[in-house]
């Protein structure tokens, strides 16, 4: 069975930063191409691929929005996967959830389906 727990989430003011961990319970987590998508609050919001990381840690992809503020990484020993953000802005508000995937997730663009996900942690960023 795959659990993803997310944990790290919280309230900061505009500018500040937050690191997001995810503990993985999979089975051989360095085969797992890893990554974490987030949904703003509000009707019509979809779910949107933040930052996806090779299964060996490299190479990384982000969405444009997040650039040059979060990173994303993992440890495979420990089967944790992580996301540092700085700088962040109230459009930075949402749910965030951590992916898990044996398709090449960074390579290609996956469909939702093709993901495990974590129950979500709430990032929330005031003005």
């Known amino acids: 069975q795959i659990q993803l727990l997310e944990s790290g989430g919280g309230s900061v003011p505009a500018g500040g930063s937050l690191m997001l961990s995810c503990e993985a319970s999979v089975y051989n987590f360095p085969v797992w191409c890893m990554g974490w998508f987030r949904q703003a609050p509000g009707p019509g919001k979809d779910r949107e691929e933040v930052?996806?990381?090779?299964?060996?840690?490299?190479?990384?992809r982000y969405a444009d929005a997040v650039k040059g503020r979060f990173t994303v990484s993992r440890d495979n020993a420990k089967s944790m996967l992580y996301l540092q953000m700085n700088d962040l802005q109230p459009g930075d508000t949402a749910t965030y959830y951590c992916?898990?995937?044996?398709?090449?997730?960074?390579?290609?663009?996956?469909?939702?389906?093709?993901?495990?996900w974590g129950q979500g942690t709430q990032v929330t960023v005031s003005s």
């Open positions: 930052a996806t990381i090779h299964e060996s840690g490299t190479p990384t």
């Open positions: 992916v898990a995937s044996l398709r090449p997730c960074v390579e290609e663009i996956l469909p939702e389906s093709a993901y495990w």
